[in-house]
């Protein structure tokens, strides 16, 4: 076991006064995969069978949509839980770039990856 | 068994978004790391819950000491936004069999739904379980291989490299968002998304996006109808 190991096992031991073993940690993994897994299948066994009516799928579009540009201003404004206003700056001009690229090009790729290397770029400098 | 051309497209419209899922997931394994999960635990976490929200609120009360009842509660709580995603799904392969779909449910997750669901609102969509099943396959050794270098890694990652990759997903969904948005109430359900997603995660740590997403999708279909 190297210093390292040595290290975090302390600093664990300092927190939290226990260190959960191999056994218990397999025992999380397991119920909270078997509850997620009920989660994600119950749908299939509930509503697979019936056609939603208009308001639901509308409901059901709304709520997608929302999620995406969630999954996307969380990504952007709060990535790791923190706040970083130079980071935000960074990613907003990467992303108005690649809007902007795609508007005229119309390749998602290429845009895509324009606004990703011109973001590590401007950070690596700044 | 043959592969069709859905699940060909489907597996090339992953491809964009699978830096952003293999940095997450590095970052996962590095928390379960310092976190003192043993490397099989970490895995079997990983292959079990499949969700990086979930694995990170349970690394986060490990730390702090609570027991494997919490732990296991705050796994399958962080991931209640997959009973509304899998209910979107179950719309969309109504004709696959039962034992298909419960089979390929493991792999409902934000980014399988979300392309899938783009997929749907296209004038000729094709086989939509084929191209979800596309989007799912390689995303597996993405998840499990960033788990394991990020395992190895602990905390030597290079910042840059990391910060890079992070952004593969959000500009990818931002492009898709900005082809496919096609109405008003759409465009106020990307709009308000973006803007209160942050503020309520901010009050509500992991519940915040699916809170903010069902009450957006709740009003707007009121509103509409």
Excluded: H
């Amino acid at each position: 076991m190297g210093n390292g190991d040595l290290r975090r096992r302390d600093r664990a031991n300092l927190i939290t006064g226990r260190i959960m073993t191999l056994n218990q940690w397999l025992f999380v993994a397991l119920g909270a995969g078997v509850g997620t897994y009920i989660l994600r299948a119950a749908p299939f066994l509930l509503t697979g069978r019936y056609m939603l009516g208009g308001r639901a799928l509308k409901f059901l579009i709304y709520t997608a949509m929302s999620f995406f540009a969630g999954v996307v201003s969380k990504s952007l404004i709060m990535w790791k839980g923190e706040f970083d206003a130079v980071e935000l700056l960074i990613k907003l001009t990467a992303l108005i770039v690649a809007l902007a690229l795609y508007a005229r090009l119309k390749s998602v790729l290429l845009s895509l990856f324009s606004g990703v290397f011109l973001a590590v770029a401007l950070k690596y400098f700044m | 068994m043959a592969v069709s051309n859905d699940f060909r497209r489907g597996m090339r419209v992953c491809v964009p978004a699978l830096p952003t899922i293999f940095t997450i997931f590095i970052g996962y394994g590095m928390a379960a790391q310092m976190a003192n999960v043993p490397p099989l635990g970490a895995f079997a976490m990983t292959v079990a819950i499949y969700a990086a929200p979930a694995l990170y609120a349970i690394l986060d009360l490990s730390i702090s000491g609570a027991t494997l009842f919490q732990l296991i509660t705050i796994g399958i709580l962080a991931n209640l936004r997959f009973f509304v995603m899998s209910v979107t799904l179950s719309q969309m392969f109504r004709d696959v069999p039962l034992k298909r779909l419960l089979l390929w449910a493991q792999f409902v997750a934000m980014t399988p739904f979300l392309l899938t669901f783009f997929q749907s609102r296209r004038e000729e969509p094709g086989n939509l379980f084929d191209y979800y099943r596309g989007i799912s396959v390689p995303m597996i050794p993405a998840i499990i291989g960033g788990t394991a270098v990020g395992i190895a890694l602990g905390g030597n990652a290079p910042a840059e490299l990391i910060f890079g990759a992070t952004l593969f997903m959000p500009i990818y969904f931002s492009l898709l968002l900005a082809i496919d948005i096609k109405s008003r109430y759409e465009m106020a359900a990307v709009g308000l998304g973006f803007t209160l997603t942050p503020f309520l995660e901010t009050l509500i740590p992991g519940w915040g996006m699916a809170i903010c997403a069902v009450g957006i999708g709740l009003t707007l279909s009121l509103a509409e109808s």
